[in-house]
C-alpha cells in the first residue's frame, strides 16, 4: 500500500473561498448568478456564453454549436435564492473532480454570497495559478450586473 504525503496531498488539491457582498436583494443576485454563469458569462475581453440547467442533476456547458462544446459539470443542488452547488471538471481537461458552492445570505441591505471551489486530482500549475483571478473576474462582473438591476 502506497501513502501519500501532505505535499503530496496538497499538490492534487485546490481550495478557493470568497466572500463577495453585493448591493442588492437575494432574488435580484440569484438571478444575476445563473445569468453571469451562464448566457452572460465572459472572459477579459470576450464573451464565452453557458449554458445552466437550473435544476438538479442539470448541466452546466459550454455549446460551441453543431454538437461541439465541454462540459463543466453537473448541478448537484439548487435552493432558490440561498443555494447553487455544482460538481464536475469545469475548465481542466484532466483527472480531476470540483466543487463549487455559492451560498447565499441577506444582511443588512446587502446580499453575501460565500464561494467555495473545492478540487481533487491532476490539477495543472496553469490552473492552480489563473483560478483564483478567474473567480475574482466572474464574481466582479457578477456584483456589477446585480447592482445594475
Known amino acids: 500500500m502506497t501513502t501519500l504525503t501532505a505535499t503530496e496531498i496538497d499538490n492534487l488539491t485546490l481550495r478557493i473561498e470568497q466572500e463577495i457582498r453585493v448591493k442588492a436583494t437575494l432574488e435580484v443576485t440569484f438571478a444575476a448568478l445563473l445569468e453571469q454563469l451562464g448566457p452572460g458569462s465572459e472572459t477579459p475581453g470576450a464573451p464565452m456564453p453557458m449554458v ?13 454549436g453543431n454538437g461541439n462544446g465541454h462540459f463543466w459539470a453537473v448541478v448537484q443542488a439548487i435552493k432558490r ?69
Open 81 to 149: 435564492p440561498t443555494l447553487l452547488e455544482f460538481n464536475g471538471p469545469l475548465f481542466m481537461s484532466h483527472p480531476v473532480t470540483n466543487n463549487v458552492q455559492y451560498r447565499l445570505s441577506y444582511e443588512n441591505g446587502e446580499t453575501i454570497i460565500k464561494f467555495v471551489h473545492s478540487g481533487f486530482g491532476l490539477v495543472s500549475d496553469e490552473h492552480r495559478k489563473g483560478v483564483t483571478t478567474g473567480w475574482t473576474f466572474i464574481h466582479d462582473e457578477l456584483r456589477k450586473r446585480a447592482e445594475q438591476k
Open 52 to 64: 445552466i440547467e437550473a435544476w438538479p442533476g442539470g448541466r452546466w456547458f459550454r455549446d460551441l
